[in-house]
């Protein structure tokens, strides 16, 4: 069975130009997940959704960060502007549903560095 | 809030030793869910475990052993007869069972490094 699939894998993209991230959950998996992963921060949940409907994106930095999920197999997390210090991890999870105690399936993570 | 501590940033062991890492959370709920996932150099994070706030008993899984104690907020890992292939970021993170959902808070995350 495929798993969660995120692209792409490594992404450099200079200041000021707009990056989107991709990702496919698992066939099935209705909660779908957006963390980030740096040395000083550690992993953060930006955005997560349930049904394909945004519920908690309290994560999101600021304004230049959007996801949306127009359908149960796909999600986007966009940055526009990008800046240095977006440069992270960015993890793709997704879940059976979203009760408390479902474990989440991660993707392999994209890479992102900007310059 | 949810918190979840690791104060552990960093341990070195010989490999065949055995070594605990530590995991303390902070949580309202009365039901909750502790996890921990692993983290090997490739990158990806494997989930290894989950208990739930109503089950104490502690687990063993071939090497692998959790210790889940309410009374001092604690969820620690111990490996047995450690080896190099274990070598990676281990996190400890926590669920609420309420209407959070089963968006995880994960502690910093202790690496573990395992020398022959």
């Known amino acids: 069975d495929a798993g969660v699939i995120q692209s792409p894998r490594h992404e450099v993209t200079e200041m000021g130009q707009e990056v989107t991230l991709r990702c496919k959950p698992i066939?099935?998996?209705?909660?779908l997940f957006w963390y980030r992963q740096t040395m000083m921060r550690g992993l953060e949940l930006l955005i997560y959704f349930n049904n394909n409907v945004p519920i908690d994106d309290s994560g999101m930095p600021e304004d230049r960060f959007s996801a949306k999920m127009p359908n149960a197999s796909f999600s986007t997390l966009k940055i526009q502007p990008s800046e240095p210090r977006d440069s992270a991890v960015y993890f793709c999870a997704s879940s059976p549903t979203g009760q408390g105690r479902e474990k989440l399936f991660f993707g392999s993570g994209t890479q992102l560095s900007v310059l | 809030a949810q918190k979840v501590t690791q104060a552990q940033t960093e341990i070195s062991v010989v490999e065949k030793e055995d070594v605990t890492l530590d995991c303390v959370y902070e949580t309202r709920d009365t039901t909750y869910y502790l996890f921990w996932y692993k983290q090997p150099p490739s990158g990806e994070l494997v989930f290894l475990i989950r208990?739930?706030?109503?089950?104490?008993q502690n687990e063993i899984s071939g090497r692998y052993s959790w210790n889940f104690q309410k009374s001092t907020s604690s969820f620690n890992f111990t490996i047995t007869a450690s080896q190099v292939v274990d070598s990676a970021v281990y996190f400890c993170?926590?669920?609420?069972?309420?209407?959070?959902?089963?968006?995880?808070?994960f502690g910093t995350g202790t690496q573990l490094k395992v020398e022959l």
């Open positions: 208990r739930n706030s109503f089950d104490e």
């Open positions: 993170a926590l669920s609420e069972g309420g209407r959070g959902g089963n968006k995880l808070t």
């Open positions: 066939s099935g998996h209705n909660s």
